[in-house]
């Protein structure tokens, strides 16, 4: 079977006549592209029967679609109060992603504070059992998508979320490889990442990409913002070559600043490398 590569921006293309997800997602498949990411970042402002015609549009369009939750998010926090409100918003991003027909919900999961790593595992896992049982028992055909964070006071190392996946049925990894850069001050190693989710048996990764500027930090380095993909850090053409090499399927989302335009780049250095996107 040929291997599937989607590729598409973080949210509405910056040429997109009209802001909305709808035309965003007609974009999309006008200038080639074959996905893209519903952004809730900011908050979960669309109510069910958009996320239904957003749906649509996808179908009609062939655009594969993945839901970014909002960024106010904290599974491990002391204070039960935030814990609730995380949940509500991942909950609302859960809904609307399964209506659309979006494939994964990314989310940050959260902070270590002045929990132990292993405190902050267990008590992030605790959290995602539930949001999991919530989701099935709703019956939304979506997956709960844990994002490898650019911070080193963040949860979600590729280790930390393997693991999670494990033993949680449910939840999924999201790979951030300019988060792992930042994290890892300036180095990042492909192959490694690969085989680290061997264990998992995906049939399909899904992956954020952009630049990253990032500052140093203690045990680490910190992210600081997103930058195109031409600063070359990380690199991606040897993930490029990676994904091929591995002929796994998978979903590169650009958060570059120039969205649309970075991600035709990888769609051109795929296609320089052999891959046919007919």
């Not at 539930?130 to 989701?135: C, M």
Request: charged letters at 30%; hydrophobic letters at 40%; glycine letters at 8%.
């Amino acid at each position: 079977m040929k291997q599937k590569i989607f590729l598409g921006p973080a949210g509405i293309p910056t040429v997109c006549r009209i802001s909305s997800s709808v035309e965003g997602i007609k974009t999309v498949a006008e200038i080639g592209l074959n996905a893209m990411e519903v952004e809730f970042v900011r908050g979960v402002h669309m109510n069910s029967k958009m996320a239904e015609e957003v749906g649509k549009a996808a179908k009609e369009f062939d655009v594969r679609l993945s839901v970014h939750a909002p960024y106010y998010i904290n599974l491990s926090s002391e204070e039960k109060i935030k814990v609730e409100a995380s949940k509500k918003r991942i909950l609302d991003s859960l809904e609307r992603g399964s209506l659309m027909g979006a494939d994964i919900v990314c989310m940050h999961a959260g902070y270590y504070g002045k929990l132990t790593k292993e405190q902050t595992y267990e008590k992030i896992k605790a959290e995602c059992k539930e949001l999991v049982e919530k989701t099935k028992s709703e019956n939304w055909d979506v997956i709960l998508g844990l994002e490898t964070t650019g911070k080193v006071s963040q949860f979600g190392t590729v280790d930390e979320i393997v693991r999670l996946c494990k033993e949680v049925k449910g939840c999924g990894i999201v790979v951030d490889p300019a988060h792992i850069f930042a994290r890892h001050a300036g180095t990042i190693d492909y192959s490694e990442i690969f085989d680290r989710l061997k264990v998992l048996k995906l049939r399909h990764v899904n992956f954020h990409f952009s630049g990253i500027k990032w500052r140093s930090a203690d045990e680490g380095g910190n992210e600081w913002h997103h930058l195109p993909i031409s600063v070359n850090e990380p690199p991606f053409e040897p993930l490029a070559k990676e994904i091929l090499k591995r002929k796994i399927d998978v979903t590169v989302i650009c958060e570059s600043p120039v969205l649309e335009q970075d991600s035709l780049i990888m769609k051109n250095i795929f296609e320089r490398m052999g891959f046919d996107f007919v």
